[in-house]
Every structure is written in structure tokens, then in C-alpha cells.
């Protein structure tokens, strides 16, 4: 029986040709990441000693190599956090209630504010190398990918078909079995996808901490974004324009040899129970099947991985639940709760004091004032990108052929950091006297515009053929189409890309406020501005008040405008 | 096979309630009160009920998946802690794990008992042998049929050689001939003898299944939950369906599903006049049923030669199930439009009247049955009337729901009761606004 099907041209190839790729390729790829790895293991002390960066584009591949290198670093962190956070918060009713409102305000946290933090830390860490700096360039790609991942994981564990659980207590599969032969397998392809879309998100932030200055410190990082900001530094446009190459090779290569096959294997892991209609492809999986050496390497460990499962199997053996009185639970539950209430309002009292005592109110007054003006751009840059890319991605939508060939280049453009592209806009605004002040929506907008072109996409596609045949016959045209079908039809998917627009804009304002040219630095009046200054000094009252008010905006923002968009779309615009 | 008192026992249920607290401390709803049952070596049982009557619940205490509230289950003598070992399920919707082969999905229950793979492999490839299965052994579910699947989850439980086995409706989520050929098929297995249980116990809303398949038919009652008695069917395995016995065991079990009143007695009985106990009109639960379902069921009825029909053969004809047809019969038996007894329907004169009349008088006829007939409808246009308004929040009635019906189902009697006070132009309700209102009265003219 054929189960994946491969396309006849590898089929037809002897089979040692596919092994010797599949063998080179392996080797290769030890030989890079052993290359990479010993680079971040020099010995340097920052930080008065760091590692310069050279401008020559022949160092580029190896620059490129060791920002990969961290992105992965940090893919297996988030996965590894997931798969731990996300199964005890499906497990224990009581951490869930602590563990996902947590983890709904680590999402909104701003990442980049982190960074000063966590820089001093792991410097403490690791004395003596450049493991520190390593260390919180990778914690920073870590925080921006793993809040959606963990999401995702717990979402698909809570969302399991009941009856399969119930399958699974009554064929006594231990929890390690059920672990992997149910839940993992369950929550496989959202996971995925959350991974690749988090992972192209990540090379924003692997940009902005490689090369950071904190508490009066530069610190640098060997990799391309330390690259762009020493050319930066340099004002050199050509090396720039290598850089914007060499992260496009990077981004299309990831995508080709690691996201597309597993993607590919993901498909056996659909809950439906009919055959998929498309099947995603790709010539390494195809590549991977074909060859031998693979399946004769799983045999062989075959009798290793039964051992494990059988030893992990008998450790943790299932375990009857005994059913608490309704009572007894409902009185446990009141003190938990209480102290839960207990504890956050230390919380709160403790911040608030803080902030109070060291700052006073006033500053308090001025960040807020400064958050609204953050918060016009990010509203400004959502109109402007919906009036703009709305029209655009619906137009693309409707035409099949179009978006099939376009969708890979928008999402592409995605996951293009934006920052690579700043300082092209920087020197536009310094050529053409634009201030910043506008500017800066400029650039929050080279981020995040594209979730909104390809969220519309995907809505335009999702409106039945059936909507849009009886609209033309019932002769709707013009702006009356778009009020009566479209808008409708699309508002789910608007409201998703909407949603991380927004947070994207807000995470990009601590980078796009304030921009340097050479010796010339733009700022724009911000609560982006003001917690990058606070970081670069290390002003601590003021880099936790600004990210105390910049996280109660984008709460604040997604409880009284996203969240009560969504309920609308869920019940009124459902299609 | 009909087994003596002197088989062993195999699983005992012993005076077994259920309850699950309602939302806001607002109290318990008991899904099952003081069940006791037994399964003996040898027999096939089955556990009839309509939606409500718990019996899946049941099912699932019985394989120890959920806990009791008060009471225990012996299985094999000795009190069941956590899932069952003695038995194995056949789920309603197959519940394969899509990912893994068919074989793989056999072997699950072996692979988790710790077998070795050569053994497990064996013993998985034989199960699929003998549910007919041989060839699939490498496919994937989603190749697979309905019926295919159905027979990966029969193989799933056979290979565990289970004392007595699980079935949670495993027929209804197929098309009518594939359930018959594999009902007819597992019939077949067990009466050579060659089945790889001690026992049967199958939860199920078809009564012509339960009759087929069973030795003993356990009839569930509902609100609350609880055995109203058992009917032996005393015919030679297989169970002929043109026996006449046949049909009239059919016939009688409808009697019994029909009349919440009537003694299970194993007999037809004469019907007891029922004194129902006064209650809040919000703790009576309304038939889930659209007006569109009551109007066609009393269309279809109004046109037969008699004016009344059989309800078995009205159930064949329409190919509907218990749970769809009985709640239609409810509402319309509620709403006094038709009458049933003795296993059969017949239309009221107004009955007659409504099935028959234009759409602005049978609107009418429906608007006055309910207010006659419906306490729970009247109550909330006396309370809409009440407000200088006229209109009030859904969470008002929604939460009187709440103190007599777990949440889900306050919503569905909160959704039934608006389909049929919209329709009888009781009173309006506007769903973005949450809010119900007095109609606008139309204006003179």
C-alpha cells in the first residue's frame, strides 16, 4: 500500500544516489554546526574585550551561520518550554488558572525591554566567554517564539477528542505512552505551523540583540545583525545591501531544508479521518523517503527505543483518579483562590511602590501621555495598512492562480526582518526631511502590514464561491459588495491579522522610535523611545515603569477592542 | 444462549448515582440515581435509553472511566479503582488514533500491557483476520470506510480478549446497510461461539438493535437516570425479525419509551394515570424540537388511511432513530396534538387541524397549545408583560434554567423555548442584544 506518495522521478533513481545525498548532507551539516558552535565558545572577557565585526561580504555565510545557529538554539529551548509548560497547564486545573492568564501577559510583555534584564544576568551566568551575550541573544529569540507555541500546544491538548482519551485510560496506555502516541501526535501540526510562523518572526529579534548597548555598555555578537549595525555605524550602503541578500538566502534555505518537510511528515498527523485534498510537498522529504539509510537507521535503533518507551512506560504507570466530594473541593478551591488574590495584589503593591517611590507620579503621568502617542501610531498604521493591503489581498484572494503564486512571497515578506530594512528608510527620512515623528509609523509598518495582506487573502479565499456568484447576480457592486460580502466575509481573518499587527507594531516601536544613520540618531517623542533610552543607560525604576505601561496598553488594548472584535467575529461574521 | 442465575458474575453495579454540580454552587443534577445491575457469564445485554437517561454515563462508570458519586462497581468481585481491566470499548465514533496503521492501532492495547513487538504482532494480525480486515493491515484510518474503521475498533477490542465487551452505540455513526452488515456479522461470531468475550453489554437508542442483538434489554428512564426495568427477550439466537414474538417485543418497548409512566414489567401493561408532582415551570424540560420537525411528523401522520400509525413502522419508514423521533413525539403529545398508546401515535382533532390548515392559523393553533400546555412559555410572557418595557435580559431566564439544568442544556431549553415562542409570535428575541421582548403590536389600521 502506498501511503506517501513521491514523485516517480526519485522513485526511479538507484538507490544508492539518494543515500549518498542523504549521507553528505548529514556530514555537512555536523561539519557547519561543529564550525558554528566552537565560534561561540571562544574565550573573551566582556566587556572590554569583544569580537569586531569585519564589513567584508566574505564573512557573511559564517556571520549568517552563527544567527541561525542561535535561532535553532532557541527553537529547541521554546519547544522543549512548551511541551513542559503546556502539559502541566492541560493536566492541573489549578496551575491552568495561574499558568495561561500568566502566560496572556508574557505575550503582551515587549520583548526588547527584556533585554537589559537579562543581558546583566547571563553576563553573571557565564564569566569569562561570550556565552552570556550568547545566551541572552538567544533568550530574546527564545520569549519572542515560545508564548504562541505554548498556546498552541496546550490548545490542541485540551481540545483532544474525548472519546480518543477515553480509548486511551481504558487500553491502559501509561502516561508517557499517552504522551507520545496521543497527545503529542494530537498537537503536532498546530504546533508546527505556530513554530514556523514564531521562527520567522524570531530573526527581528535575533537582529535587534546581537548589537545592543546596555547600561552604557556595547555589546556585540558575531552574527548578521551586529553585521548591519556596524555597517550602520560605518554608513557602508553596499554592505548593507549584502546583508539584505544573505538573510534572504537564510530565511529561503530554512524554509526549503528544515520547515517544508517537516511540514510534508506533518500531514499523517491530521485529526480528520478522510484523506487531505492537498498534500504539502517537498523534495527533502520526498529525498528522505526514498533513500535507505534513513529506515535501515531507525531499525537499527529500533530495539533502543523500545527499551526507552518500555522504561519511561513502566515509570510512569496510569494511575486511578479518585473523585474529591463536591464539597470539600469547592472548599479548597475558595482558599487556593484566596491566595492567589493574596499574592497578585503583593504583586501589584510591590510595583506600584517601587515605581512611586523612585520615580513619583508625575513620571508616571508622562509615560502614559507618551504610550498614547505610541499607541496613535499603531492605530494610524493599522488603518492605513488595512485601507491599503485590504483591497490588495482580497484582490489576490479571489483570483485562485494569483494567490497560489503569490502567497509563498507574502509570507516570505513576513518573515523578512524589518529592521534589516530600517536603515534604507533612515537615510530616505535624513535625505527628505521627514520627521521621524511620521517616519517612525514607517517603519513599525515594514513589519507588520503583511499580516495583514495575508490574513485578507485568506479570508477572500474563504468566502464560498456559492456568496460570490449570488453578489454579482443580485447585482452588488462597488462599495455595496464590499459592505454587504466582503467586509463580512473577511472580518475573521482581519481581525487575526489585526490582532498581530498590533503586537508586532508595539515590539517594533522600542527599534523604530529612535534610528541611527552613522553618527546621526532620529527619535521620535514614545514610549518606544523612552524604555530604549532607559535600557541604554540602565535606568531601572524607569525601564520597569515603561514596560509596566507599554504591557497595561497592549492588555489593556487586546481586552476592550481585540477581544470583543473576536466574540463578534466568532458569532455574527461566522462563515 | 440465555444464561442461568448459576453463571458467574462478572461486573455488578451496586446502588450507583451520579451527580455533577450545577453552575454557580446553584446545587446538583443527578444524571443516574440508585442503579444496580448485573452482567453475567454468557450473556448479551443491552442498555436502552433515550438522551438524558444516562447510560452512557453508566457504560463509562462500568469501565471505570468516570468515578461514582455514591454506590460501587465489582468488577470480578472486587471493587473497580480506575479503569477496567476485564473490559474493552467499541466507541460510536471508532476513536483510531489517525496516525498510526491499522495494525498499529490493534497492537495499541497489547504495546501498553508491555507485549513484546513479535507476540503483539501475532496476536494483532489474527484480530484483523478475524474482523475481515486482512490486506489493511498498512493502512491508515483515513483510507478507510466507515465500516472499515469501525472493524479496526472491533479488532482493537478483540485482541485484548476482553471478559465482557463495551459498546457505546457502535452502529449509529453508520449508513443504514453498513450497520446491518456488521451488526448481522458480530451477531454471527457470537453465535458460533467463537467470540473472544465471556459478554456483551451494548448502549443503545435503537430498539430494534437492542432486540436483535440482546438476551436481556435494560430499559433506562430519564430525569433522573435511573433502571425502569428489563424486558428478556426470550427467542431462539439468532433472533428472527419475522418471529411475530419479534414484533411484538418491538411494539412493546415503544409502549414503554413513550409512556415515562408505565412499569417495565417484561409485559405489556395498562398504563398508570400519572400524578406528575407540581414544579417550577423552568424544571419541566422541553423536547428539543424545531416546530418545522412537529408540523412534518403530524403531516406525515394526518395522511395515513387510519389517522394514526404505528410508531415502530412510522420509525422504519422515516429511517429515523429513537432519539430523533421520540422527542418529535413529545413535543406533539406536549402540545396535545396527538395522543400515544399501546406503541401507537394518533392525531388529536386539533392535531388534525394544525397538520392541515394554512401557515397564519396554524401559527394560532400553536400559539394557544402552548400557552395552554407549556408552563415555561407562559411564564415568560407573564414576566415580559410585568416589565413597563416589555422586554428583559436572556440571563434572567437563562438563569432560572440554570438552577434545575447543567449549563449546556439550560442553553438548549433556553434555545428551544425561543424557537417556539418566535414561532407562536409570543414574544421576539434579538440575539446581538441578548434580550428578549414583547412583540410590537401591530398597528391598527
Not at chain 1, 275 to 292: C, G, K, M, N, P
Not at chain 2, 57 to 66: H, Q
Request: charged letters at 15%; aromatic letters at 10%; proline letters at 6%.
Amino acid at each position: 500500500m502506498k501511503t506517501f506518495p513521491s514523485p516517480e522521478v526519485l522513485r526511479r533513481l538507484s538507490f544508492g544516489l539518494a543515500d549518498v545525498a542523504v549521507i553528505l548532507g548529514t556530514l555537512l551539516l555536523l561539519a557547519i554546526i561543529a564550525r558554528l558552535g566552537a565560534g561561540a565558545l571562544v574565550s573573551f572577557k566582556p566587556p572590554e574585550v569583544v569580537p569586531a565585526i569585519d564589513l567584508n561580504p566574505a564573512n557573511l555565510p559564517y556571520y549568517a551561520g552563527r544567527s541561525t545557529l542561535r535561532m535553532f538554539t532557541a527553537l529547541a529551548c521554546s519547544t522543549l518550554f512548551t511541551l513542559i509548560y503546556g502539559y502541566i497547564a492541560a493536566h492541573s486545573r489549578r496551575a491552568e488558572r495561574v499558568m495561561i492568564p500568566l502566560l496572556d501577559i508574557l505575550q503582551s510583555v515587549p520583548v526588547l525591554g527584556f533585554l537589559s534584564i537579562t543581558v546583566t544576568g547571563f553576563i553573571a551566568l557565564f564569566p569569562g566567554s561570550l556565552l552570556g551575550l550568547e545566551a541572552a541573544s538567544i533568550f530574546a529569540i527564545f520569549t519572542s517564539q515560545v508564548w504562541n507555541m505554548t498556546f498552541s500546544f496546550y490548545q490542541s491538548l485540551r481540545t483532544i477528542p474525548k472519546e480518543l482519551e477515553e480509548a486511551a485510560t481504558l487500553y491502559q496506555l501509561s502516561y508517557w505512552q499517552r504522551f507520545i502516541k496521543l497527545q503529542i501526535p494530537a498537537a503536532t501540526i498546530g504546533l508546527l505551523w505556530n513554530a514556523m510562523m514564531s521562527f520567522g518572526g524570531g530573526w527581528f529579534f535575533v537582529a535587534a540583540s546581537e548589537a545592543i548597548s546596555v547600561l552604557n555598555q556595547n555589546y556585540t555578537l558575531p552574527g548578521l545583525g551586529s553585521y548591519v549595525a556596524t555597517a550602520i555605524a560605518a554608513e557602508d550602503l553596499p554592505s548593507l545591501g549584502w546583508a539584505v541578500v544573505a538573510i534572504g538566502v537564510v530565511i529561503l534555505l530554512v524554509d526549503q531544508l528544515f520547515w517544508r518537510p517537516l511540514i510534508a511528515w506533518s500531514d499523517k498527523f491530521r485529526m480528520e479521518q478522510s484523506a487531505s485534498a492537498t498534500i504539502a510537498e517537498s523534495w527533502v522529504y520526498d529525498l528522505l523517503t526514498t533513500a535507505r539509510v534513513p529506515r535501515l537507521v531507525s531499525i537499527a535503533l529500533t530495539p533502543l527505543s523500545d527499551a526507552g518507551n518500555g522504561l519511561l512506560s513502566r515509570l510512569t504507570p496510569l494511575r486511578a483518579q479518585a473523585d474529591m466530594g463536591g464539597g470539600q473541593r469547592r472548599g479548597s478551591d475558595r482558599l487556593y483562590t484566596l491566595a492567589l488574590l493574596v499574592i497578585i495584589s503583593l504583586l501589584v503593591a510591590w510595583i506600584l511602590h517601587f515605581i512611586l517611590t523612585t520615580v513619583g507620579p508625575l513620571e508616571v503621568l508622562k509615560t502614559f501621555g507618551l504610550g498614547t502617542l505610541t499607541l496613535l501610531r499603531v492605530v494610524t498604521l493599522l488603518i492605513i495598512a488595512t485601507l491599503v493591503w485590504t483591497p490588495v489581498g482580497v484582490a489576490i484572494g479571489f483570483n485562485p492562480q494569483l494567490a497560489r503564486t503569490l502567497q509563498p512571497l507574502v509570507q516570505f515578506l513576513a518573515s523578512f526582518p524589518a529592521n534589516f530594512i530600517f536603515p534604507f528608510a533612515t537615510l530616505f527620512f535624513i535625505r527628505t526631511h521627514i520627521s521621524i515623528e511620521w517616519g517612525s509609523i514607517v517603519l513599525m509598518a515594514l513589519g507588520s502590514q503583511w499580516y495583514i495582506l495575508f490574513n485578507s487573502i485568506a479570508g477572500a479565499q474563504s468566502i464560498p464561491t456559492d456568496l460570490r456568484e449570488m453578489a454579482s447576480d443580485m447585482g452588488l457592486k462597488g462599495w455595496r459588495r464590499w459592505q454587504r460580502l466582503i467586509i463580512p466575509g473577511i472580518f475573521s481573518a482581519w481581525v487575526t491579522g489585526g490582532i498581530t499587527a498590533s503586537g508586532g507594531a508595539w515590539n517594533a516601536s522600542i527599534v523604530s522610535e529612535i534610528v541611527a544613520w552613522g553618527a546621526s540618531t532620529l527619535t521620535a517623542t514614545g514610549l518606544g523611545t523612552y524604555i530604549a533610552n532607559a535600557t541604554a543607560v540602565g535606568d531601572w525604576p524607569r525601564i520597569t515603569l515603561g514596560i509596566s505601561m507599554m504591557s497595561l496598553f497592549v492588555v489593556g488594548l487586546n481586552r476592550l477592542l481585540w477581544r470583543q472584535l473576536y466574540q463578534l467575529a466568532e458569532t455574527k461574521y461566522h462563515l | 444462549m440465555i444464561p442461568t442465575v448459576a453463571s458467574p458474575t462478572l461486573i455488578t453495579v451496586d446502588q450507583v448515582s451520579k451527580h455533577f454540580p450545577l453552575p454557580d454552587g446553584k446545587g446538583e443534577f443527578t444524571v443516574l440515581s440508585g442503579v444496580n445491575l448485573t452482567v453475567r457469564s454468557g450473556e448479551v445485554i443491552a442498555l436502552l435509553g433515550r438522551s438524558g437517561s444516562g447510560k452512557s454515563t453508566l457504560l463509562r462508570i462500568m469501565a471505570g472511566l468516570i468515578p461514582p458519586s455514591q454506590g460501587q462497581v465489582l468488577s470480578n468481585a472486587k471493587p473497580l479503582r480506575g479503569a477496567n481491566n476485564n473490559v474493552a470499548m467499541v466507541f460510536q465514533s471508532f476513536a483510531l488514533l489517525p496516525w498510526l496503521t491499522v495494525q498499529e492501532n490493534v497492537e495499541l492495547g497489547l504495546e501498553a500491557r508491555g507485549m513484546k513487538r513479535e507476540e503483539r504482532h501475532q496476536r494483532a494480525l489474527k484480530a484483523i483476520d478475524i474482523v475481515g480486515l486482512d490486506g489493511f493491515e498498512s493502512a491508515y484510518p483515513k483510507e478507510l470506510s466507515g465500516g472499515m474503521k469501525q472493524r479496526v475498533g472491533f479488532a482493537r477490542a478483540f485482541v485484548l480478549e476482553p471478559e465482557v465487551l463495551f459498546m457505546d452505540e457502535p452502529f449509529s455513526a453508520l449508513d443504514v446497510l453498513t450497520s446491518e452488515n456488521l451488526r448481522g456479522e458480530i451477531d454471527d461470531l457470537w453465535n458460533a461461539h467463537t467470540f473472544p468475550s465471556k459478554s456483551i453489554l451494548i448502549v443503545t437508542h435503537n430498539i430494534e438493535e437492542a432486540v436483535f442483538l440482546a438476551d436481556r434489554v435494560v430499559i433506562l428512564g430519564a430525569n433522573p437516570g435511573r433502571i425502569r426495568g428489563e424486558v428478556v427477550i426470550d427467542l431462539p439466537r439468532p433472533h428472527d425479525r419475522t418471529h411475530p414474538r419479534f414484533a411484538s417485543l418491538v411494539d412493546y418497548i415503544y409502549t414503554v419509551m413513550t409512556n415515562p409512566e408505565i412499569e417495565v414489567s417484561g409485559q405489556p401493561a395498562v398504563a398508570v394515570a400519572p400524578t406528575p408532582p407540581v414544579l417550577s415551570p423552568y424544571a419541566r424540560p422541553l423536547p428539543h424540537v424545531r416546530v418545522g420537525g412537529i408540523s412534518g411528523l403530524l403531516e406525515l401522520i394526518v395522511d395515513q388511511p387510519q389517522g394514526g400509525d404505528d410508531i415502530s413502522r412510522l420509525a422504519e419508514r422515516l429511517q429515523l432513530e429513537v432519539d430523533d423521533l421520540l422527542p418529535i413525539l413529545d413535543a406533539a403529545v406536549l402540545l396535545d396534538f396527538a395522543q400515544v398508546s399501546q406503541g401507537d401515535v394518533c392525531l388529536t382533532a386539533i392535531g388534525q387541524d394544525f397538520a392541515t390548515t394554512t401557515i397564519l392559523r396554524s401559527k394560532d393553533l400553536f400559539r394557544q397549545q402552548s400557552l395552554n400546555h407549556v408552563p415555561v412559555l407562559s411564564s415568560i410572557l407573564h414576566t415580559l408583560r410585568e416589565k413597563p418595557s416589555g422586554s428583559m435580559r436572556a440571563d434572567f431566564f437563562l438563569d432560572l434554567w440554570d438552577e434545575h439544568f447543567p449549563h449546556e442544556e439550560a442553553e438548549r431549553q433556553f434555545a428551544t423555548a425561543i424557537d417556539w415562542g418566535r414561532y407562536a409570535e409570543l414574544f421576539e428575541y434579538d440575539a446581538s442584544e441578548d434580550r428578549l421582548y414583547l412583540p410590537a403590536t401591530p398597528e391598527a389600521s
